[in-house]
């Protein structure tokens, strides 16, 4: 996976020549981590998600444009085979609601639902690894946010010590700034975390 943005595209934003490939991978490896997803561009990627038997799926992407297929993996009781929902709608925001064949006016296995309970409507059957969704999302163009959070991990990382000092021209006059290391365990600091809210999976409980 590429990084999130290009050396040249460092160079413009920062000013600073000869960063190395593989410090820009690492740093966009931090954001991503944090963010929970690719971020750039992806086509027809298929991701193996937990259902917890509600209507919703939420595929790993906060820039979903468009979904593909839906297959139900294991679905084995009373020898059904594999399924796909007779269609579904999906958000940009990473929401998948299907909806599920009906026979009879009852659901597809009769009066109660895949755990015994009475069948739900349109509720995705429960399971470890249950559903595969094939999708394709991401930014064409990332953020500039996005890079310049990068540009500062990427800048982090090539510090030489914990606190490093940089001199900057400032009307003609030379005034240093200090970089800290983050100490939070995940490689950002809070002005970075702050930023990179809006672009974070939300925890589904």
């Given at each position: 996976?590429?990084?999130l943005?290009?050396?040249?595209?460092?160079?413009s934003?920062?000013?600073?020549?000869?960063?190395?490939y593989?410090?820009?991978?690492?740093?966009?490896?931090?954001?991503?981590?944090?963010?929970?997803w690719e971020?750039?561009?992806?086509?027809d990627?298929?991701?193996?998600?937990?259902?917890?038997?509600?209507?919703l799926l939420m595929?790993?992407?906060?820039?979903?444009?468009?979904?593909?297929?839906?297959?139900?993996?294991?679905v084995?009781?009373?020898?059904?085979?594999?399924?796909?929902?007779?269609?579904?709608?999906w958000s940009?925001?990473g929401?998948?609601?299907?909806?599920?064949?009906?026979?009879?006016?009852?659901?597809?296995?009769?009066?109660?639902?895949?755990?015994?309970?009475?069948a739900?409507?349109n509720?995705v059957?429960?399971?470890?690894g249950?559903v595969?969704?094939?999708?394709?999302?991401?930014?064409q163009?990332?953020?500039?946010?996005l890079?310049?959070?990068?540009?500062?991990?990427?800048?982090?990382?090539?510090?030489?010590?914990?606190?490093?000092?940089?001199?900057?021209?400032?009307?003609?006059?030379?005034?240093?700034?200090?970089?800290?290391?983050?100490?939070?365990?995940n490689?950002?600091?809070?002005?970075?975390?702050?930023?990179?809210?809006?672009?974070?999976?939300?925890?589904?409980?």
């Amino acid at each position: 996976m590429d990084p999130l943005l290009s050396s040249g595209e460092f160079v413009s934003i920062t000013g600073r020549e000869g960063i190395d490939y593989l410090v820009l991978a690492a740093a966009s490896g931090i954001v991503r981590a944090y963010c929970g997803w690719e971020i750039t561009s992806v086509v027809d990627q298929t991701v193996v998600l937990d259902s917890n038997g509600s209507q919703l799926l939420m595929v790993p992407s906060l820039q979903l444009t468009d979904v593909s297929a839906v297959v139900v993996k294991g679905v084995d009781w009373y020898g059904l085979p594999l399924l796909q929902p007779a269609s579904w709608t999906w958000s940009t925001a990473g929401m998948v609601q299907c909806t599920w064949p009906r026979w009879g006016g009852f659901g597809m296995y009769g009066t109660h639902g895949f755990d015994g309970r009475p069948a739900t409507a349109n509720a995705v059957p429960p399971g470890l690894g249950r559903v595969a969704v094939t999708y394709s999302g991401g930014y064409q163009d990332v953020p500039p946010e996005l890079q310049a959070v990068t540009c500062s991990v990427a800048e982090r990382i090539t510090a030489p010590s914990e606190v490093a000092q940089r001199l900057e021209n400032v009307g003609g006059i030379q005034t240093s700034e200090t970089y800290s290391r983050a100490t939070d365990g995940n490689g950002l600091t809070a002005m970075e975390v702050a930023v990179l809210a809006r672009y974070r999976l939300p925890v589904m409980r």
